[in-house]
Structures are given as structure tokens and as C-alpha cells.
């Protein structure tokens, strides 16, 4: 049965999946993990660069043998045009991909005292260009932050976003890019903090006004919403607002829990530390899109101190097919990351190489007993739900597998619902040769090209790559039965999916390009989910393409 999008309304039913797309498509460059006959997770041995705040001062004093080993940086290089000298022009480029290259994603480190930094727990603000510590405020060393709540060499990384970096170039839209921008941070810190021995979980209780504190965000001035788009100066629109903080833990700590109430409590006296540092001024005029501050609003996050902090047992993703990588270490996987603006239309993808890079997309990993559910891999575990995100697949060019769309389910007590709410003529077969493990599904047969460019805004990245995929959240029944504010953490979660498709794609020889660009209700459509509100979707793309600075070569690597 092909797919058509033209007749592809499916029935009318309630409406509990989102379609979301963050398109991924493939390209050249390089890399991937290591060791052959250890799993995916076990790889990750030299790592990456991390998102900003682990700095080298960290890895000084928690792990000194390995800093000049692993060394990270937010950023990995500067390119300059062929034949120019470095500094004629140049760029940097980025360990995580961003919406546009815009990078509205900012990040501070809370940390114990460090010799070479600060005399007492500080926070501080990470500068990309610098590849610097910007210190804010200096925690009272008798004030017990990180003794009385975290285990010993732990520290926090917190993210905030400024909207208006994306919303001057994409409106509305900008409230969305953002906060997939937030999950692959949070998906690039989690893998370069599990390749020095270290684990990751986000704080979840903490609410919006702790971590305003927490990282000394409470300091700009209050943006008073108005009621329309408007156009005008407003320099207090360039606030940030602050997404989460993550702990990073020594892996293997004994079990801690963290006393939210009390944690809150004294984040409280933040307020009166002496913070320092002015943000400089992005623009002299803005236009205020409304609906992004007001969805903001909305879905501000109380403390909770409901569900207890907890941190999972591991478990290693599947392994079914280990000789489709290429042998690169991780470090270069990481760094060498680049987003492709073309594809060959050629290139295709082994049946194999597929379902390893799916495997590697599950939450639970591979071993735990259970269904695919929990978040319990790398690096889906830093997140402390269970999975609410889904794929849908559109092979194009996948050698043994017919041309369609398929399904990966990601938590498998959802499947019932699924299909009750996608169209009726799905076939839900699980194809030929697919690991008993994979939760992955044929739906309908056919040439998916034109559609899965026609709902990626007409990109042809969307059509010419082996394959693209849409990712389906979990959504009213997510935002009913736990919190509106669980809406962001939606695009959190296809955030860290869409940095792991990132990763697999260079690691198997391929790149990939995340699409945030998406017509929401064609794509809803194409499902047969009907009424939903679709957030995003991802789709993955691989083939020898043209790259974006393709004759360009680092300058200077000024930071390996
Ligand atoms: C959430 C998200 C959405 C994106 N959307 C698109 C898109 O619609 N089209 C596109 O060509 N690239 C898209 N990209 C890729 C970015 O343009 C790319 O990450 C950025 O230019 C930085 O380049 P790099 O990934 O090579 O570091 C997206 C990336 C992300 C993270």
C-alpha cells in the first residue's frame, strides 16, 4: 500500500501523539567509537568535548590523568576560507548542532572550590569564544552546597536559552528550537561526562525560580508580555530563561538522594550572593512574538518533591551488527560532527547498519528484562521520565528493506494507543531480518520521497538520504497526567534522540542534518493521528552529499 499524503486523513480519534520532526540527514565526515567488542556505551572511552562547563580546571581536579587526554570544549575549531589566513573570516564550529547555527543555548557550571579557579564553590558562566570561566558569584564554602546533597568531586551544569537568538530570524517558531537546542546539550554532556567514568541526571524537582537563582539569572529585568507581536526596542526581551540543571556524578557513587525541599532552600539564599557580570546587548531593535513568552509562562515548572531523585542501573544499547562502524574513536566522533546541506540520492544505507543505529535509539537499552520504557542508556538516562518520544520511518534507500514507512516504538506500553490512533490500514509487521529486541514495524509500503520533503518545508534533504524520520511525542496524555510543564521537556527528549542520530551517523561513515522545519499538520495527517498538536519532527538522512564548509579545513584546532 503506498504512502500518500493527499488521502492519508485516517479516522477521527482523541489525539495522544504529537508528530515532531528534527530532520537528521547524512553526509560525509567521519567517526566512531572504538573498541569492537565492547557495546556502544563501553566506547565511550575518550570523549568529547562537552558542552561548555566541564572545563579543563574539572577535569584538573577531578580526573587529572585524563585531562589532557579528553579535554572538552563546547567548541572544536575555527575554519577559515581555503587560501585566507586564519582570522580573515572565520567560524566556529560547535560539539552540538543548533537551529540555524544560532546557538540561543547558554551554560554555567556550579562547582565545589577548585584550586586553579576559585577558593570556594562558585558558579560560573561558560564563554564559547573565550573558551572560558566567567565567574558569577562565589558560594560561602560553610554553606555545605555540594556536601549535604551530592555525592563527593559531583558539580551541576545548567542550561538557559534566549529566545530572541532564534526569534529574531524565526519567530513563534523560536520557543520550539530552543528547547530542542536544550536536548542535545543535555545529550552532549551526558556522553562526554560518561566517557570520563562520570554519570549524569537532570535535577528534575528543582522549579523554574531555583534555577533562575541557581544560576543568577534572577538579575534581568521583568519582560512584561504583550498582548500582540510587537516591534520596538526592548532590550529586556534578551533575557535568558533557564531550562534545567544537571548533576554530574562520579558513576558507580553509592545511592543518593537528593532532598529537593531542603536543596530549594538554600538555593533561596542565591539571591543575596554578589553576582557579577552584565550580559552584553544582542541588538538594538527586537520584535516581540508574544506566544513564546506566554508558552513560556505556561509551562513554568513549581518545585516538586513528589517523585523522588533516583538514578537507575545502566544498561549498554543492542548490539547486532558492531562491523558498520568505522573504527574512529569517540573523540572524533564528537568533534568531527558536522550537519550535511545535501545528499547524493544515492548512497545506500545496509539493512544491518539500520537496525544497529536503531538499537542504539532505545531507551532501555539492551538486557534489562523489561520493555523498551524506561530511560536507562546512554544517554537517554540523564533524563528522568519514561520515554515519551517515538520514529516514524521513511526508508528510502535501506538495501534489503522495501521503500516505506515504519515505526519505532520506544515505549512499548504505548503500542496499544498507537495503533488505535494511527490510520487502520497500517500493517504493523515487523520487518524481515529485524532483532527480536528492536521494537520496529512496517506500516505501509511505498516511495515516501516527495512526502518526506513535502512536510520538511520542501527540503530536499528530507528526500535524498537513505532515510529521514519523524519522532511522534506522547503528548496530551504526557502534559495531562504529569504537567504542562512537561511540554518542553517533549523537545528535550527529541533533542537527546536526534544527538545520538547525530552520532551514529558519523560513526557508521555518514552524517546527518537535524530539520526543525516542518509542516505540522500534513505531517499529522500522514499518521492519521488527527487534532494533535505537532511539536517537531526528526528526520535522518544518509548519503555522500556536499558539505557545508566541504573544502574547508581547520585552521586551528586551538583546544585538542
Ligand atoms: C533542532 C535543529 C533543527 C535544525 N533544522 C534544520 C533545517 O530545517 N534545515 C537544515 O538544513 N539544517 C537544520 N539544522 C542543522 C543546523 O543548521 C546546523 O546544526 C547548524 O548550521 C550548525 O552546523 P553543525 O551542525 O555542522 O555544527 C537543525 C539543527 C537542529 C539542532
Not at 562520579?250 to 529537593?260: A, T
Amino acid at each position: 500500500m503506498p504512502v500518500a499524503l493527499a488521502d492519508s486523513t485516517g479516522p477521527t480519534s482523541p489525539t495522544h501523539f504529537a508528530a515532531t520532526f528534527l530532520l537528521l540527514s547524512s553526509l560525509f565526515y567521519i567517526s566512531l567509537l572504538t573498541v569492537k567488542t565492547k557495546p556502544y556505551h563501553l566506547r565511550v572511552t575518550t570523549i568529547i568535548s562537552l558542552c561548555t562547563l566541564l572545563s579543563l580546571h574539572l577535569f584538573l581536579l577531578l580526573n587529572p590523568s585524563q585531562f589532557l587526554q579528553f579535554h572538552n570544549s563546547f567548541m572544536t575549531h575555527w575554519l577559515s576560507p581555503p587560501g585566507k589566513p586564519p582570522g580573515f573570516s572565520t567560524w566556529s564550529l560547535r560539539v552540538n548542532p543548533s537551529s540555524g547555527n544560532l546557538h540561543p543555548t547558554e551554560s554555567y557550571i556550579i562547582a565545589p572550590a577548585i584550586d586553579s579557579v576559585c577558593d570556594s564553590p562558585f558558579v560560573a558562566h561558560y564563554a564559547p569564544k573565550e573558551h572560558a570561566l566567567e565567574l558569577r558569584a562565589k558560594i560561602p564554602s560553610g554553606s555545605g552546597f555540594f556536601n549535604k546533597f551530592f555525592p563527593k568531586n559531583s558539580f551541576l551544569i545548567g542550561f538557559s536559552s534566549i529566545f530572541w537568538r532564534e526569534a529574531w530570524k524565526y519567530g513563534e517558531r523560536a520557543f520550539r528550537y530552543c528547547n530542542h537546542d536544550v536536548g542535545h546539550a543535555i545529550a552532549a554532556v551526558t556522553m562526554a561526562a560518561a566517557g570520563l567514568g562520570w554519570d549524569v541526571k537532570i535535577l528534575e524537582g528543582l522549579g523554574y525560580k531555583d534555577l533562575e537563582k541557581l544560576m543568577g539569572l534572577h538579575i534581568f529585568p521583568e519582560f512584561q508580555i504583550p498582548s500582540k507581536p510587537v516591534k520596538g526596542k526592548f532590550p529586556e526581551i534578551e533575557f535568558e530563561h533557564p531550562d534545567c540543571v544537571l548533576v554530574v556524578f562520579p558513576s558507580g557513587s553509592r545511592e543518593f538522594d537528593v532532598n529537593y525541599e531542603k536543596l530549594s532552600l538554600l538555593i533561596k539564599e542565591f539571591s543575596v550572593l554578589d553576582w557579577k557580570g552584565k550580559p552584553n546587548l544582542l541588538s538594538k531593535e527586537h520584535i516581540c512574538w508574544d506566544i513564546i513568552y506566554r508558552t513560556a509562562e505556561a509551562v513554568k515548572k513549581p518545585l516538586t518533591t513528589r517523585d523522588a531523585f533516583a538514578v537507575d542501573p545502566f544498561y549498554g544499547s543492542g548490539i547486532f551488527n558492531e562491523n558498520c562502524y568505522k573504527g574512529f574513536t569517540v573523540r572524533e566522533v564528537v568533534r568531527k560532527r558536522r550537519s550535511a546541506v545535501d545528499m547524493d540520492e544515492v548512497t545506500t544505507m545496509d539493512r544491518e547498519t539500520f537496525y544497529q543505529i536503531l538499537l542504539h535509539c532505545l531507551p532501555s537499552g539492551s538486557g534489562s528484562g523489561g520493555k523498551q520504557k524506561r530511560q536507562l542508556a546512554l544517554p537517554f538516562r540523564v533524563l528522568s521520565w519514561d520515554a515519551e518520544v517515538h520514529a516514524a520511518l521513511f526508508v528510502h534507500r535501506v538495501k534489503g528493506l522495501p521503500k516505506g514507512l515504519y515505526f519505532l516504538v520506544r515505549n512499548e506500553d504505548h503500542i496499544g494507543e498507537l495503533k488505535k490512533v494511527m490510520r487502520p490500514d497500517f500493517e504493523w509487521q515487523k520487518p524481515e531480518g529485524c532483532p527480536d529486541d528492536l521494537p520496529l514495524y512496517e506500516l505501509a509500503r511505498g516511495d515516501c520521497r516527495q512526502l518526506a520533503k513535502g512536510l520538511s518545508c520542501h527540503q530536499d534533504i528530507a528526500s535524498d538520504g537513505c532515510f529521514s524520520l519523524g519522532m511522534v511525542a506522547h503528548f496530551e496524555p504526557t502534559l495531562r497526567n504529569n504537567n504542562v510543564w512537561m511540554y518542553p521537556r517533549l523537545f528535550w527528549e527529541t533533542g537527546v534522540l536526534g544527538q545520538v542520530l547525530y552520532l551514529e551517523a558519523h560513526a557508521v561513515g555518514i552524517s546527518a542534518t537535524g530539520i526543525g522545519c516542518f509542516f505540522d499538520d500534513p505531517c499529522a495527517s500522514t499518521s492519521g493521528v488527527d487534532g494533535i498538536k505537532l511539536s517537531k519532527s526528526i528526520s535522518f538522512y544518509r548519503g555522500r552529499s556536499s558539505l557545508r564548509q566541504a573544502d574547508y579545513e581547520p585552521t586551528s584546532i586551538p583546544r585538542s
